[in-house]
Antibody, heavy 126, light 111 residues
Framework: QVQLQESGRGLVQPSETLSLTCAVS??????????WAWIRQSPGKGLEWIGI???????YYNPSLRSRVTISADPSQNEFSLTLTSVTAADTGVYYC??????????????????WGQGTLVTVSS | QSVLTQPPSVSGAPGQSVTISCSGT?????????VHWYQQHPGMAPKLLIY???HRPSGVPDRFSGSKSGTTASLAITGLQAEDEADYYC???????????FGGGTKLAVL
């Protein structure tokens, strides 16, 4: 059973860089069947897709964050990370790492977020 | 601002049925991209409830069902139970975003 665990600083100063790591167990970040994602949730709000990384090193980001975000994987540690620069109070929220899995049935395949970390609260404040 | 539009809240009595809609556009649901649904209890991570518009992962009761038609997807819950009280989110791929998009979420109250 795959498990994901976020770690990183919970308090970040405005204009600084947010850095989080997601440790993966029960699956490999090198497995070409999956994408590895970061998703966030502002207090009392809905979910926002930040971006994903793939085993080949490629990454895809939400256009609204693209200029500030980097997602990458470290196969040697079986983990992947999120870096978000120049943070403001609007970046406060719970950050989840997740696996975008692959379910195939009836001749079709689907890629929902099937496994999630417990989430980590990041507060941007001085 | 979510491009996938969900009602902010729905409610029902135990044993009753409710339906949550997820309205999209021609760049996501209407473009035949699949819809997935998640359940989130307070303080917990979201949990996959429905994938590929209508398929249930192992362990999800058959009281939960999904459907999609045109630019709208729906999640139906029958035989409401107290533990169904949670937030529900739809998710799809959006070609303009070139990535995943979530609905704004719907809070289900079991009265």
């Amino acid at each position: 059973q795959v498990q994901l665990q976020e770690s990183g600083r919970g308090l970040v100063q405005p204009s600084e860089t947010l850095s989080l790591t997601c440790a993966v167990s029960g699956a490999s970040v090198n497995d070409r069947s999956y994408f590895w994602a970061w998703i966030r949730q502002s207090p009392g709000k809905g979910l926002e897709w930040i971006g994903i990384t793939y085993y080949d090193g490629s990454s895809y980001y939400n256009p609204s964050l693209r200029s500030r975000v980097t997602i990458s994987a470290d196969p040697s540690q079986n983990e992947f990370s999120l870096t978000l620069t120049s943070v403001t109070a609007a970046d406060t929220g719970v950050y989840y790492c997740a696996r975008q899995g692959r379910f195939c049935t009836g001749g079709s395949c689907y890629t929902p977020f099937d496994s999630w970390g417990q989430g980590t609260l990041v507060t941007v404040s001085s | 601002q979510s491009v996938l539009t969900q009602p902010p809240s729905v409610s029902g009595a135990p044993g009753q049925s409710v339906t949550i809609s997820c309205s999209g556009t021609s760049s996501n649901i209407g473009a035949t991209y699949d819809v997935h649904w998640y359940q989130q209890h307070p303080g917990m991570a979201p949990k996959l409830l429905i994938y590929g518009n209508k398929h249930r992962p192992s362990g999800v009761p058959d009281r939960f069902s999904g459907s999609k038609s045109g630019t709208t997807a729906s999640l139906a819950i029958t035989g409401l139970q107290a533990e169904d009280e949670a937030d529900y989110y739809c998710q799809s791929f959006d070609s303009r975003l070139s990535g995943s998009l979530f609905g704004g979420g719907t809070k289900l109250a079991v009265l």
